[in-house]
């Protein structure tokens, strides 16, 4: 063990995080506790479940000023036990990533980069483009053999994607795209 | 999953094909593990010697796209031999129900061919039927020439173990050994994830699983099953949402062209689905659907059976220039998509592109792409900043049926917002365009119901999804609550309970009381339908209703109580209705017939007492390629079929589809199979695991895993460079030499399978080429789903790192 690593025992017994280190004899399972109590001090907890694959792992989430300092699997999660895999005790760096999109962004036709726009700049673009899409391509019928049968569609306009949404959003996706006009509605489980 | 991730603990057999569990759904090795301590035995049937293979007790090697062949001779043996489980396929299965005697199979095509069309009519599919509800007839016992079991014995009499084996690779020994453990260890469970689905007979596939788990009867039982490992968090709960172009929420059929009006789409689905759209149409339109408006089914936009609506018709469309406005929530197809190149003309031809995302994927930034010209590409592109999960709240399903609640934790960063607020936010934006409109075609828009608060709008969407009673305001309390005149209403009929007594169940967390001690944990977040844990578990119950197994009960006809009773939900349309009554007899209450189908017949179930005679109360789902599983080869494959040279592919296959961007190699000029997967450190498109940079770390780069022969052939060692071809593309990757690829023998050839991730692309902290830009984008005809599992390849060496033509 180096000075370092034996300072900081001290400091840690200093505060007061329950360890009598008088001695030498550093049981290590009651640092572990300890040093876990101490990063965990003051965090506000909730719990979630992991975004990788379909098991549904449990998780817990710890909050500090509004920021995720730790992320580990959920013990009294009846899947997981506590345990988490390579994938999913990999998901803290997310929040923090700087690679992460903060702003919306507008690329031009025939542009090479991205303009940052604001919400109320994207809402617009996108919902008269939508409009204009819809009444320029609207089907309101279509002919099987000599019958003329009412469709009430456009063909022009696609959605994909959900299998990383939750279901209330999956839920409003089809819902919108549906009352939009558009059956073209898939998503990763095609794949 | 018919069954969930806990209660494979209960297996003392495990058939893992079409899957590498250990890699990709890493807990349920927790659950497998504990069934192996306790002397499960765990068989894995792979292309690709993986993590999973490694804890197998039995490794059988296949070549890609030979699942059925293998299963097939697995289904043949156990016919042979008497293996099946009589007294539950009697019961419980259509075995006894008499087959059309118009149905047959011969030269490769079952009965109904139309070899013009590629299409076949599936009237000779069906049942010999008496009476004036038009019931299937049954005969007396299993031997009648004329059964559905006598044609699934002549159906399978031509997968011998030598057929199974010479089109497999597998050998003869180890395909027995591997049925003979199936069929003397019970229960026993299969498991499979996209191995299994990603070929031109993907639901063939998976309906061999059904056949096979029917005739040992592991239906419906702790530890049987066929369970599928879904490959996404939620792949579950958007598909049971019907984002989806085929379905409205609850797996309903989505309305065609063909059907205007809901008594049309009722005689084609019947009244028992009718009713759930009543209820979903209600959730929508509210006061405005009514029964003399037909609850506004007249509104809703209607596929057209002549168009591909699926996600590779879409595309194509684009590419001519018909789709013009593409809105990608959360999905990387310039990574995921097979036969990459297609995806690009699509995205390059649209007019506006519009991605929520929490990162710059490859999507998004398509017209990045090295080598592109970005000038050349006319599209608007709008990127808008996602949350991740942990920064906003609702449910997921997992594949257990699980719908579990997420707090929000933290604020995502910046100006992020949740799909939930953009999505609402994108409608109410266009509905307000169109508030002056009195055009017909936007009065769908007005009468629409959409107002969901701002603060919980989670919770708002989940209680519209549960349902409501009407006329009392208050939350349904499960699916039987659900009436058929609009007094009620429910977004996705399968989720109605989810809210019972006005308490959101997904949040609930009782890990501790499990009193059958099976794993189900009756109180921990809440399982759909109706918190039913093992599906179809009527099946795990005799004619009399009592658990074939005493020991491994799970539900039961209660006598004195006079009603179903278990640990676990009862799978029963009525939980009063006894095993005296026809009720009590329906295992698989879903399928008109209310038995499982061996033979996937074309039947419609007509209730004598219904008042409208030309509704019929239910129809049974019938895949368009086939009544049986029949062994097709991959679109590209190394060899003839086997089993009928004049018909090689899935006759109801259409590819190419589009001309000149859909070749098909030849196996003089592309000798190997590769098949791609996922790995342990990356997941799909890597628009996640590529951004995380320890996982990076873990694994920095694609590759190619070849085995030794073909090592020795190329001069080729581990770490030198490949240049790997298709008819559709090239990529350079690494070269693996390894022996978890092995050579086989196959209908007296040798052949080679090599293997690649797929999880690269041009974006993220680690770049490099991606698979996906050789694999070919044939579709199962009736999944829409690419054999990305099984295509032709070249594979060279490149010498250096530079190469390829794609970053």
Request: with cysteine; glycine share 8%.
């Amino acid at each position: 063990m180096s000075m370092n690593r034996r300072q900081w025992l001290k400091v840690t017994a200093g505060m007061g995080a329950g360890l009598a280190l008088a001695d030498l004899g550093v049981n290590v399972q009651q640092v572990h506790a300890a040093t876990r109590g101490m990063k965990l001090n003051g965090t506000a907890e909730f719990t979630s479940a992991c975004n990788f694959c379909s098991c549904g792992c449990g998780m817990i989430c710890h909050v500090k000023d509004g920021k995720l300092i730790n992320l580990e699997g959920d013990p009294d999660h009846i899947i997981n036990q506590g345990s988490l895999c390579s994938k999913g005790a990999a998901m803290s760096a997310v929040p923090n990533s700087p690679q992460r999109i903060k702003k919306p962004m507008y690329r031009a036709p025939g542009s090479a980069e991205w303009k940052e726009i604001s919400w109320d700049e994207a809402y617009d673009r996108i919902a008269h483009k939508m409009k204009d899409t819809r009444e320029k391509t609207w089907k309101a019928t279509e002919m099987d053999g000599d019958k003329q049968l009412v469709v009430n569609r456009t063909d022009a306009i696609a959605f994909l994607g959900a299998a990383q949404n939750t279901n209330e959003e999956c839920y409003l996706i089809t819902k919108a795209s549906r009352l939009l006009g558009t059956v073209n509605v898939e998503h990763q489980a095609r794949l | 999953m018919t069954n969930h991730w806990l209660d494979l603990q209960h297996s003392k057999v495990f058939l893992i094909e079409g899957s590498n569990a250990a890699e990709n759904h890493v807990m349920s090795m927790k659950w497998i593990r504990k069934a192996q301590e306790k002397g499960a035995i765990i068989i894995h049937v792979d292309p690709r010697y993986n993590r999973t293979s490694s804890i197998a007790d039995i490794y059988a090697c296949i070549r890609p796209g030979a699942d059925i062949a293998f299963l097939g001779a697995m289904i043949n043996y156990i016919l042979e031999n008497k293996l099946y489980d009589d007294a539950y396929v009697k019961l419980h299965t259509n075995a006894l129900m008499l087959a059309n005697q118009d149905f047959g199979f011969d030269d490769g095509v079952f009965s109904g061919y139309d070899e013009a069309t590629r299409h076949y009519e599936m009237a000779s599919w069906s049942y010999q039927t008496a009476g004036p509800d038009k019931k299937p007839k049954k005969a007396k016992s299993l031997d009648d020439p004329h059964c559905v079991f006598a044609q699934l014995k002549k159906h399978y009499s031509r997968y011998t173990m030598e057929m199974g084996s010479q089109i497999s690779g597998i050998p003869v020994e180890t395909i027995k050994k591997i049925a003979d453990i199936m069929a003397t260890t019970k229960p026993g469970t299969i498991m499979y994830a996209l191995g299994m689905t990603q070929h031109t007979v993907g639901v063939q596939n998976i309906r061999c699983y059904g056949v096979l788990q029917l005739l040992l009867g592991n239906i419906g039982k702790p530890g049987g099953g066929v369970n599928a490992l879904r490959g996404e968090p939620n792949v579950q709960g958007s598909s049971d949402m019907a984002v989806l172009s085929g379905y409205m929420p609850g797996y309903l059929t989505y309305p065609a062209h063909n059907e205007p009006t809901l008594k049309d789409w009722t005689k084609n689905n019947g009244t028992f689905r009718a009713k759930f759209l009543v209820n979903n149409l209600k959730a929508w339109f509210g006061d405005q659907a009514t029964a003399e408006n037909d609850f506004g089914y007249g509104w809703l936009p209607k596929r057209s059976l002549k168009a591909n609506h699926t996600v590779y018709g879409f595309f194509e469309s684009a590419a001519k220039g018909d789709v013009k406005m593409m809105y990608v929530i959360g999905q990387n197809p310039m990574v995921s998509n097979a036969n990459l190149s297609m995806t690009f003309d699509g995205l390059a031809k649209l007019e506006m592109l519009v991605v929520h995302e929490l990162w710059e994927t490859e999507t998004a930034a398509f017209w990045k792409r090295p080598g592109t010209d970005p000038k050349s590409i006319p599209t608007e592109v709008l990127l808008l900043p996602a949350c991740y999960f942990m920064e906003k709240e609702g449910t997921l399903t997992n594949s257990g049926r699980m719908v579990q609640w997420r707090y929000k934790a933290i604020d995502g960063p910046g100006e992020s917002k949740s799909d939930l607020e953009i999505v609402d936010a994108v409608f109410r934006k266009v509905r307000d365009l169109y508030k002056d409109s009195v055009d017909p075609k936007d009065q769908i828009l007005m009468a629409a119901v959409w107002n969901y608060p701002k603060d919980g709008m989670s919770e708002a969407v989940l209680k519209e999804i549960n349902g409501f009673d009407l006329k009392t305001g208050l939350p349904v309390n499960g699916i039987a609550d659900l009436q058929p005149d609009g007094s009620t209403s429910s977004g996705c009929w399968i989720y109605a309970g989810c809210y019972k007594g006005g308490k959101n169940l997904s949040k609930r967390r009782d890990n501790k009381t499990d009193p059958s001690g099976l794993g189900i944990y009756p109180g921990f977040a809440w399982c759909w339908p109706g918190n039913m844990h093992v599906l179809y578990n009527r099946a795990s119950c005799d004619e009399k209703g009592q658990p074939f197994d005493p020991a491994r009960k799970i539900v039961w006809w209660d006598a004195e109580q006079k009603k179903w009773a278990g640990f676990d939900t009862p799978d029963v349309p009525v939980p009063t209705d006894g095993p005296d009554t026809p009720n009590g007899q329906r295992a698989f209450r879903m399928n008109g017939e209310g038995v499982g189908r061996l033979l996937a017949a074309s039947y419609k179930d007509f209730d004598p007492k219904a008042t409208d005679k030309e509704l019929p109360r239910d129809a049974s789902y019938t895949p368009k390629d086939g009544p049986f599983p029949e062994f097709y080869e991959p679109v590209e494959s190394p060899t003839e079929n086997a089993l009928h040279p004049e018909m090689k592919n899935n006759p109801v296959l259409k590819y190419p589809r589009v001309k000149g961007k859909h070749p098909i190699g030849k196996v003089a000029d592309f000798p190997y199979v590769l098949m791609t997967s996922s790995m342990a450190e990356h997941w799909l498109s890597g628009s996640i695991t590529r951004n995380i940079p320890w996982l990076i770390e873990l694994c920095p780069e694609p590759l190619i895993e070849i085995p030794l022969s073909l090592a020795a052939k190329l001069k080729l060692k581990t770490g030198d460079m490949a240049k790997v071809s298709s008819a559709r593309g090239d990529v350079t990757v690494k070269v693996e030499v390894t022996r978890r690829m092995q050579t086989l023998q196959i209908n007296g050839k040798e052949v080679t399978v090599v293997w690649m991730p797929y999880n690269w692309g041009f974006q993220g902290l680690s770049t490099g080429p991606s698979t996906n830009y050789i694999t070919i984008d044939a579709v199962d005809p009736v999944a829409g789903t690419q054999e990305a599992k099984a295509c032709l390849v070249n594979v060279v060496a490149a010498g250096s790192a530079e190469g390829g033509n794609r970053a």
